[in-house]
Structure formats: structure tokens, C-alpha cells
């Protein structure tokens, strides 16, 4: 069982910048560095969408589209914590942003395995 919990949201003026965090319990059985983690966000009324995703050990790290080139995802395995650093915000980024992790990725498809409880990112304009 792993248990995630995100900080860091709040409210922040179109062209701010914020910094999320994930601080992840111990992992049963494995160690933090051997999970994939990611970041999600869900807007009212839409879809949960991907954001960002690193791979173990920090190797590998990909994008949306949407967020590309101004969010920055990293981790931290000495501290078991993700971030996720979002700079030149948009009004179109506020959303409930979640991190979840999962040992396999295999594409789109994957059921990450366990999810934090989100943190309110609002842009305004």
C-alpha cells in the first residue's frame, strides 16, 4: 500500500508560477524509486486528464501537449516526493491536480495503482 499526499496548490495570477508536491509513504515490498509516478489534473466538468509522467529513478520524462515546455516534473527518491513545477500559468491550467503512482506503465491504458486525495490549482486571469 502506498499512500500519496499532494501540497503546494493555491491560487495564482495568469504568468505565476507554483510548485506541487507529492510525499509518498513508505512502499510495501519495493522502494519508492521503483515507481512510476504522474500527475493528473481534472477540471470542472471535464475528464481527468494526463499531465505528466517520470519514470524509475527519475529516467524518462513525458509531457501533455498542453503543459509542454512549461511544467517540469522531477523527483526526489531520498525524500520519496514527486514535483511537479508549473510556471507561466494559464487560467485554462486551473483544475485539481493529483499524483498517482503505478510499478508498470504500459501506455495510455494503465490503471495506476494509487492516487493522493488532489490539491486546488486556480489560475486567474
Known amino acids: 500500500q502506498v499512500q500519496l499526499v499532494e501540497s503546494g496548490g493555491g491560487l495564482v495570477q495568469a504568468g505565476g508560477s507554483l510548485r506541487l508536491s507529492c510525499a509518498a509513504s513508505a512502499a510495501s515490498g519495493g522502494t519508492f524509486s521503483r515507481y512510476i509516478m504522474g500527475w493528473f489534473r481534472q477540471a470542472p466538468g471535464k475528464e481527468r486528464e494526463f499531465v505528466a509522467r517520470i519514470g524509475w529513478s527519475g529516467v524518462g520524462r513525458y509531457y501533455a501537449d498542453s503543459v509542454k515546455g512549461r511544467f517540469t516534473i522531477s523527483r526526489d527518491d531520498a525524500k520519496n516526493t514527486v514535483y511537479l513545477q508549473m510556471n507561466s500559468l494559464k487560467p485554462e491550467d486551473t483544475a485539481v491536480y493529483y499524483c498517482?503512482?503505478?510499478?508498470?506503465?504500459?501506455?495510455?491504458?494503465?490503471?495506476?495503482?494509487?492516487w493522493g486525495q488532489g490539491t486546488q490549482v486556480t489560475v486567474s486571469s
Open positions: 498517482a503512482s503505478v510499478e508498470i506503465y504500459s501506455g495510455p491504458s494503465t490503471q495506476w495503482n494509487y
